[in-house]
């Protein structure tokens, strides 16, 4: 016996419930509020995933995802093309943005190594990156990676790869307590570390 | 400067967020999943929301969510048509489903009364309970609502409109703590309180 009495329903659950964090309890409840609700909310967020997900596209500079070829960001001509900020993900670059404190460019690495999760740097857009700080158009690379043992590691392996560029290459201020995630980080102390950045070799351990 | 750096994904997090409990972050969060995914992900998801909500129905007796004009449960021969189980919704349906210890037919009321959220008896499914009760078929009216004073409220209401039709009318046990929703309750009790169903006046105070 079907205990949701309809397959339409049963069918909608299952797919909610995919998703990260939505049991099956809370997908019940998501999918029968889109059924007291009338149609069109239901059409208009099942339309926005789909076109979302078919239109989607990954900047070609700097790999956020984008409507175009080249991100906001990036086609801006009024953002500085001469810094790049590099962030794990799209979050964190959003919680950057959002502090209002920044003006150049991003480079988005998709996550950050991790040997544990089987994440190494072939797995991370750090190739691209090396050779957009090689362009000649770069002097600055700002490391924004989060203050944990694996965005250490992953500064590190950056750093090792861009010291010999002459290029700058600094952090965001370590005003943000170890183990933090950036994106949970409050505006203030987050905008005050992208004006505070410091040379990359403070942070490292003589 | 919008923060989503994609117009796509603004208007995919917009409508997420209109769900009830999933905030601008969840959104985001969800978003992004789906973006990590491949593209059927998303479109089964947003299809599956389409396609329930254009194809769902009420079914005609017992007003549960439907895929045809009688539910499986309305439709199933096998089910006993003269006890009605009366439920607030259907999720308190699929809870006593649940448990396995009820054979007979259900009555989706769609709420219950609450004057404080301007929830009449007009704005429920009873005067069709009613109906349904005078048909001949039924001998036992079962009520299951919340032990709230809203479902107490609703439960005398039905009572007094069925007292004099001669029908059985009981409640599913008391065992269940007051203030309780039966959604939440675990299958043994609300199986138990289903088979020893109590005549209503038992629970009246004198």
């Known amino acids: 016996m079907n205990i949701y009495s309809s ?10 419930s ?3 964090g939505i049991g099956k309890k809370t997908a019940l409840r998501l999918v029968l509020y889109l059924i ?10 099942g339309n926005a995933i ?4 078919s239109e989607i596209q990954f900047c070609t500079e ?6 175009g070829k080249l991100c906001v960001i990036c086609s801006d001509e009024k953002r500085i093309k001469s810094i790049i900020c590099v962030v794990e993900d799209i979050r964190d670059m959003m919680a950057i943005e959002n502090t209002g404190q920044y003006n150049g460019v991003y480079h988005v690495l998709g996550g950050i190594i991790s040997p544990m999760d089987g994440i190494g740097p072939n797995d ?18 700002v490391m924004a990676l989060p203050t944990t043992i694996e965005g250490d590691t992953t500064n590190f392996y950056i750093y090792k790869k861009l010291k ?3 290029l700058e290459i600094t952090t965001i201020a370590r005003g943000i307590a170890i183990g933090d995630e950036l994106e949970y980080t409050d505006e203030i102390t987050l905008g005050r570390s992208i004006l505070n950045r410091l040379p990359y070799e403070n942070t ?3």
Chains 1, 2 share one sequence.
């Open 36 to 45: 007291k609700k009338d149609p069109p909310v239901a059409d208009a967020l």
């Open 18 to 20: 995919r998703l990260p």
């Open 124 to 141: 991370l857009n750090i190739e691209s990156l090396i050779s957009r700080a090689g362009s000649g158009i770069i002097h600055e690379v």
């Open 62 to 67: 700097c790999h956020t995802i984008s409507d």
């Open 50 to 53: 789909i076109k979302m997900r």
């Open 7 to 16: 397959k339409l329903v049963e069918n909608a659950v299952n797919e909610f």
């Open 164 to 166: 010999n560029s002459g």
């Open 204 to 206: 490292l351990s003589k």
